[in-house]
């Protein structure tokens, strides 16, 4: 089976796929999705640089990363602190790796983080979900499904607090109207009143997302 995945940023286009696709076969791929590129492109050059290589964003601060590397560790740990986060390796760290660990930090503390805002803007909104769940997306913040499930994209926790608190509710309004109508946004309003600049300063942050 044919499985081929990529990414945009400034440089280049980023592929991973099976061995058995040929270069034509990724060619003819990406081609097919030459608006999906094109879109993300626009997104990488219009987005600042947001962390450099050794930091990683967390709640909107781009914590710097102590490394401690040993090769002889059976087990390889993150530990997060108050102005840095201690990483303990078997070998340097690559893109690829901190990446990964960055979505394990997300995927870890996500829950814990925002248990406390979702209830927090439940209670302000009168609006309940039927369940919250979290979860690394590729292309949303956060959904709410037609039996008002909602799933909040566990990498929100790059985000500073008043974008989350945004999404949270942006997700909540979607209970009472399923779509993006004038009623939606008057929803949204009410209950967080600087939305339009909540969602022009979250496009900043696409980038990461994809």
Request: charged residues 30%.
């Amino acid at each position: 089976m044919k499985h081929l995945y990529f990414k945009v940023n400034k440089e280049a286009i980023e592929v991973r796929c099976n061995i058995i696709l040929t270069q034509k076969d990724i060619l003819d791929i990406l081609n097919k999705n030459i608006k999906i590129i094109e879109k993300r492109y626009k997104i990488a050059i219009l987005t600042p640089v947001l962390e450099d290589f050794g930091q990683i964003l967390y709640k909107g601060t781009p914590l710097p990363l102590e490394i401690e590397i040993n090769p002889n560790l059976k087990k390889e740990s993150f530990n997060l602190k108050d102005n840095s986060i201690e990483l303990k390796l078997k070998s340097n760290l690559t893109k690829q790796k901190k990446e990964l660990i960055r979505d394990l930090i997300y995927k870890t503390f996500a829950p814990k983080e925002f248990s406390s805002r979702v209830y927090y803007w439940q209670k302000i909104t009168n609006l309940e979900a039927s369940k919250f769940s979290f979860r690394k997306a590729k292309s949303r913040w956060g959904s709410c499904s037609y039996k008002n499930s909602i799933s909040l994209n566990s990498r929100l926790l790059m985000l500073p607090q008043r974008l989350s608190d945004y999404v949270i509710v942006h997700e909540l309004a979607h209970i009472v109207h399923k779509n993006h109508s004038k009623d939606f946004w008057a929803l949204v309003e009410k209950f967080y009143p600087e939305y339009k600049e909540a969602r022009k300063e979250l496009k900043k942050y696409g980038a990461l997302l994809t």
